[in-house]
């Protein structure tokens, strides 16, 4: 009786985050199948509203994008979908969702792309749409709350640099050119925010989903 309770339903769209996790840890061509179906929509989303900012990105970017991340979810023995761990809060959906956005800003950084913002302007807004996803409920509950209190104890200076160079992906030389400062302090402020996030974050590690997140950046 306990064994026909427990077992996986043969229909892929009933799998739970662990059970369609598993199946394609196992290199099961049906899970693999499944998670391509029940993220791609997500994936996407998560990689236009990066996008959506720079007014030179077309849908071959966006394409190779979602390519990027795809290879980013195999390479290494498809390492950083083992690095989910669902007992610390974080839906699967969240954690692709992250991996995406984080793709999507390293291949706008190094193609030299810059966001549709005059100097001065605040951050772009981004609509929430009616079908909210795991992803947008866990940036409104903890991202900015943690992030914030993170930032408290940093200068006016450091803030700014971290909305230039993190929050809205100008390159080395634009926040440079943008803060008046040298080329030099921008990577030596960059190492120092970095390696305090960091610290801060180890800390918080085990209590809240915004310390998993930061693992898919490093």
């Known amino acids: 009786m306990p ?4 077992r996986v339903s043969k229909n892929p769209a009933d799998w739970s985050d662990r059970d369609l996790l598993s199946r394609v840890l196992r290199n099961d061509a049906r899970g693999w199948n499944e998670l391509v179906r029940r ?6 989303r998560c990689i236009t509203k990066v996008t959506g900012r720079y007014g030179t990105v077309g849908g071959a970017d966006v394409d190779e994008i979602f390519a990027e991340v795809m290879m980013q979810l195999v390479r290494d023995d498809m390492h ?9 809060g974080t839906k699967l959906g969240s954690w692709i969702g992250m991996i995406s956005i984080n793709a999507a800003y390293d291949y706008l950084r190094s193609a030299g792309r810059r966001p549709m913002l005059a100097r001065g302007s605040a951050p772009v807004e981004i609509a929430e749409e009616d079908d909210r996803t795991p992803l947008d409920e866990l940036l409104e509950r903890e991202r900015w709350s943690h992030f914030n209190e993170l930032m408290s104890d940093f200068t006016e200076k450091d803030r700014t640099f971290v909305d230039l160079y993190f929050g809205r992906g100008l390159d080395a030389d634009a926040v440079a050119a943008e803060m008046q400062i040298s080329l030099k302090t921008v990577y030596s402020k960059k190492h120092k925010i970095r390696a305090h996030l960091v610290r801060c974050l180890d800390k918080m590690r085990g209590d809240s989903p915004i310390a998993d997140l930061a693992l898919v950046a490093a």
């Open 3 to 6: 064994v026909l309770a427990n």
């Open 39 to 44: 993220y791609r929509a997500l994936i996407f």
């Open 80 to 88: 950083k979908l083992r690095m989910y761990n669902p007992a610390r």
